[in-house]
């Protein structure tokens, strides 16, 4: 609910569980109020404070009064150059050559259902179900109108912003910093939290107090990068998974990003979202607008947990778009880390066999099924079956896999070139790469330029062509290296700034197309593993494969680290061998198992070669992710431990939104013998209702809460154990608590 208060000049926005409020001042700026727990309709004006400060000034508007100054008010959309000298929102490039921007009110509307950005991924829904507030505020030395957005989705407790930048004057406008979310917080006593990492090793949080200055994190890599997340949070300092004010902040955006956070000198904090304005500008011609990419807001006055929870809500059900919304996905085998480049139809069909006869249910085809492709020095840009390899081409292939009961999926990497290859030598300027310079060379290939439709229409068609001949129903879309050398041979020099943006722009573009030519195609997002995990991709690719590391012991983490944000449903899982390709450690199977099936769940390895007692392990895993993959994905999520802490075990749960329901998953580390008893304290349940768990009796949720439920004693590395729980009639005679015996539950 959006609410406007003429007295106050007050605009509240309202979800079920927080209130967010904003004020127009006399002098036209926008000041933030208020955001956090839900309170009645209210005028909180009173809490803007006025002063005269030293070094401060004070805009025309305020006349004599040196108590209003831009430096020291809380803003909805910062300015810069005209008396706040914290992290700016926006900046223009006027026609005389100042870098500034001033903004002020000129009018506001309060409408049903949600805004719309062309070509940007946005969360939706129905009209009952959103609010718009729209303001508009003026810049008239820079002839522009800029338009903040804020989209109210009120049962889900998430709001989002945007801000559309218009060229209302008669010549051109030129934009050098334009932010999606501007968060001015009356106070600096908190925590923020990244999400970091490199390749291998992606979103690992990173938890420390504001302290003075700007502390960000972002990426200049064109992807949004393994290295930095476009998610962050702030908190209490005490925040905890259960307890604590949380603000959590998202960016839809899959390219270069900024999130940084001012604490200013009067104990305050800003937090600027947006496009990172490294290499940035973007010319408007007259009538002529610019879309800030949308973040979204969640703040949660119970913890990271619940935060967490508000996220996966909304990203679940009004972010992701997925035609097989409320059904199980296949389960899937990939030939990648069973074959890499090496392979034929046999050692294919070989896989898929034994993949049908375990439960798999849909054969991923990965790299060098294409052009001249045995190594990943070549063959990026010819998108054509490379006959050599596959004689008869998909057209044979694919439904001989569907004639064993397996749908058929491929990996593409549409965004890229090799110089040795048909498309390079036919075009090299399609490569981004800038006059007189050498190129840098990522993993031995070059990026095209997605910023031009020709490139993006060439590979569309060999795509479409591709795709049209057998029988696909499942695409990898994957991206494996980060930009250099950013220069389109198709823009003037005063233009260059809007590459990265325009190839960001043509990625979704195309994603798009694909989209609406192939309906039915599950499309699951990549950059060498989770380079380009993001809300911005998850618009387009319901799943995202979440890293290339699949070790089960570092998937723990990183799956953590993800879950901040994220839901398991959109996290790529697999279940690979032993010992682990990257980092060596072997793990028992059914804890691989149970790592990957808390995400997107699927093989990749070479299941001909498992022993009987393997394959029959591996049956008993599907059964398991078939029988409760409802709970598993769809369920609410808790982090019941921290990886990243030294302790002896990892456990998660995942249970129904009734509570009726919970599977909760616990791998321990390294063995040690005499190991103490351990009790695990579990989360969200029904304290009133009676659980039977899987082979260990009957307990009350609030005993399982409160007391904790007794782990096995376990034998060796890395040991797993899930239990069921399913709530028992009340009308049952009271349960006896049946304590089990070290090691004696049946998973
Ligand atoms: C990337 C992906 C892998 C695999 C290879 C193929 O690294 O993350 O899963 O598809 O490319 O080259």
């Not at 998202?250 to 904090?269: D, H, I, K, P, R």
């Not at 991709?537 to 590391?549: E, V």
Request: net charge negative; aromatic share 10%; charged share 25%.
């Amino acid at each position: 609910m959006i609410v406007y208060h003429e007295p106050s000049r007050t605009y509240t926005l309202h979800t079920k569980h927080t209130t967010y409020q904003l004020a127009v001042h006399p002098t036209g700026v926008v000041q933030h109020v208020y955001y956090g727990p839900r309170l009645r309709d209210c005028d909180l004006t009173g809490l803007l404070r006025y002063a005269d400060r030293g070094f401060s000034p004070n805009p025309e508007e305020a006349g004599a009064d040196r108590t209003f100054s831009l430096d020291t008010t809380p803003q909805e959309y910062s300015t810069c150059g005209v008396g706040d000298f914290r992290l700016p929102s926006i900046e223009f490039e006027l026609p005389c050559g100042s870098r500034t921007a001033d903004l002020r009110y000129a009018r506001g509307e309060i409408r049903r259902g949600k805004y719309a950005l062309e070509g940007l991924p946005a969360f939706y829904g129905g009209e009952e179900e959103w609010e718009t507030l729209s303001l508009v505020l003026r810049d008239d030395a820079a002839q522009a109108e800029v338009e903040l957005l804020y989209g109210v989705l009120e049962e889900y407790d998430l709001i989002t912003r945007s801000v559309l930048v218009r060229n209302v004057g008669e010549g051109p406008v030129r934009l050098c910093r334009c932010a999606s979310l501007c968060l001015d917080l009356p106070r600096s006593d908190l925590d923020m939290v990244t999400f970091n990492g490199a390749h291998l090793m992606e979103r690992c949080p990173s938890r420390a107090p504001l302290r003075p200055g700007i502390q960000s994190a972002g990426s200049v890599r064109g992807a949004s990068s393994h290295q930095h997340n476009p998610f962050v949070i702030l908190c209490d300092r005490e925040a905890n998974e259960d307890y604590g004010l949380c603000y959590g902040a998202m960016l839809l955006y899959s390219g270069n990003f900024q999130a940084a956070v001012e604490t200013g000198q009067f104990e305050n904090a800003r937090l600027v979202m947006g496009v990172n304005p490294y290499h940035f500008t973007w010319t408007l011609e007259p009538g002529g607008v610019f879309s800030a990419p949308e973040a979204a807001l969640v703040c949660s006055e119970a913890g990271l947990g619940e935060m967490s929870r508000r996220f996966h809500r909304a990203i679940r059900d009004r972010l992701v778009r997925d035609h097989l919304r409320g059904r199980r996905k296949p389960v899937l085998v990939n030939n990648w880390e069973a074959t890499y480049f090496d392979f034929d139809p046999e050692k294919l069909l070989a896989i898929a066999r034994e993949a049908a006869a375990l439960g798999v249910e849909l054969f991923v085809l990965d790299d060098g099924w294409f052009g001249k492709r045995d190594d990943d020095n070549s063959g990026l840009g010819d998108w054509q079956v490379n006959t050599d390899k596959l004689p008869g081409g998909l057209e044979a292939l694919a439904p001989t896999i569907n004639g064993l009961g397996l749908s058929f999926g491929l990996w593409v990497e549409p965004e890229m070139v090799s110089e040795d290859s048909d498309l390079y030598r036919a075009h090299p300027d399609w490569a981004l790469r800038v006059p007189g310079r050498a190129p840098a060379r990522g993993r031995n290939q070059l990026v095209l330029d997605f910023s031009r439709r020709e490139v993006r229409d060439h590979i569309y068609a060999q795509l479409h062509r591709v795709l049209s001949s057998a029988p696909v129903t499942y695409v990898k879309w994957d991206m494996n290296r980060s930009l250099s050398g950013v220069w389109s041979a198709a823009l003037p020099p005063q233009r260059q700034g809007e590459v990265y943006h325009r190839c960001v722009l043509g990625v979704y573009e195309m994603l798009e197309r694909l989209r609406t030519d192939f309906p039915e195609i599950l499309v699951e997002g990549c950059c060498g593993g989770g380079g380009r995990f993001d809300g911005g991709m998850l618009y387009y690719t319901p799943q995202i494969w979440c890293s290339d590391n699949t070790d089960a012991m570092d998937r723990l983490r990183i799956q953590y680290g993800t879950s901040f944000c994220y839901p398991v449903c959109t996290m790529g899982a697999h279940v690979s061998v032993v010992p682990n390709e990257q980092n060596g450690r072997v793990t028992p199977l059914e804890t691989r198992g149970i790592a990957a099936m808390s995400g997107a769940f699927g093989y990749e390895l070479d299941l001909s070669k498992c022993t009987p007692e393997e394959k029959a392990c591996i049956c008993r895993q599907i059964e398991t992710y078939k029988a409760r993959w409802e709970l598993l994905q769809l369920g609410d999520y808790y982090r019941l431990t921290d990886p990243f802490r030294e302790g002896p075990y990892t456990a998660w749960a995942q249970v129904s939104p009734d509570r009726r329901e919970a599977l909760v998953s616990v791998v321990f580390g390294g063995a040690r013998a005499v190991s103490p008893f351990r009790v695990l304290k579990l989360k969200g349940l029904d304290p009133g209702a009676r659980y039977q768990v899987d082979g260990a009796g009957c307990w009350g949720g609030d005993a399982l809460m409160h007391a904790g439920f007794p782990l096995p004693a376990v034998k060796g590395d890395y040991q797993a154990v899930q239990l069921h729980l399913t709530a028992v009639d009340d009308q049952l005679p009271p349960c006896n608590c049946v304590l089990i015996e070290s090691g004696s539950i049946n998973i």
